[in-house]
């Protein structure tokens, strides 16, 4: 397969269905860059199969130049915490690399993904990794409604490494200084989470730091929120569980409190 000429099919494909018109630039990084601002605005509609199989050759080739990460590798990166449960992981990087059952995507209350061309929000690289099939999943579930803070809810994972992505959205913080309902909130987002991957019998799934970065709850309260819920609770099936973090900060936390 020809990649340039791949991406440029599918960037004709998305202007038209978006009725818009620009110039296709001729690299390799400039066109992904474009597919990916395109898809991040693309509205929900039937999506044809011979553009699933453009996209989707895309994003896998893009998913194997970021390599794949399976639990073996977290297992193994998680080998100098001896003080480490078992079954919880420290894992620092993204998360659309992650080889388990789900991850967890910090959604907005829309809940179709973030609407902003190459914001490098989870939610964006979430949507933008899967494919559009995810957005319309979402608008197809939620058909207009908003979801509730604290609420989550389970859709494929097309072509990320996971097989599923759980969609919850987190309290928005706008002073950094949470209210005992908002602790109470963000709890409940794990544990909605730990509930639907319990529902579907998953083993393993990867948290992202819900409700933190734009979100502006306090990272280190909402890390204790996070271990706090998920070692309480009830028995589940799940084998592994993976807090994911991004910035050396939360790292830094998550090492402190496990």
């Not at 998913?63 to 073996?72: A, N, P, Q, S």
């Not at 509730?148 to 389970?154: E, L, M, N, P, R």
């Not at 987190?170 to 909605?192: F, M, N, R, W």
Request: net charge neutral.
């Amino acid at each position: 397969m020809d990649r340039l000429e791949n991406l440029k099919n599918i960037i004709m494909y998305l202007m038209a269905d978006e009725h818009v018109s620009h110039q296709i630039p001729a690299s390799l990084e400039e066109r992904q860059r474009m597919m990916r601002a395109l898809m991040n605005v693309w509205k929900p509609r039937p999506i044809s199969e011979d553009f699933l199989k453009m996209q989707d050759a895309e994003l896998q080739m893009q998913r194997e130049d970021k390599g794949m990460v399976k639990l073996d590798a977290v297992a193994a990166a998680n080998s100098k915490l001896s003080s480490l449960n078992s079954q919880l992981c420290l894992w620092q990087g993204d998360i659309t690399r992650l080889k388990v059952d789900a991850i967890v995507n910090a959604a907005n209350a829309q809940a179709l993904g973030c609407w902003a061309p190459l914001h490098n929000c989870i939610d964006n690289c979430i949507h933008s990794a899967a494919g559009i099939q995810l957005r319309k999943e979402c608008a197809d579930k939620m058909q207009g409604r908003m979801l509730a803070t604290g609420d989550a809810f389970i859709t494929q994972g097309y072509n990320l490494p996971a097989r599923y992505v759980i969609h919850t959205v987190g309290p928005i913080i706008p002073d950094g200084v949470p209210t005992k309902q908002q602790e109470k909130q963000l709890a409940q987002c794990y544990h909605s989470c730990l509930d639907l991957a319990e529902q579907n019998g998953l083993e393993s799934i990867a948290f992202c730091c819900i409700s933190t970065g734009v979100f502006h709850f306090p990272n280190e309260l909402a890390a204790k929120i996070a271990i706090k819920t998920v070692k309480s609770y009830p028995k589940h099936a799940l084998k592994t569980i993976v807090f994911n973090v991004f910035l050396d900060k939360d790292r830094d936390i998550y090492q402190q409190l496990l």
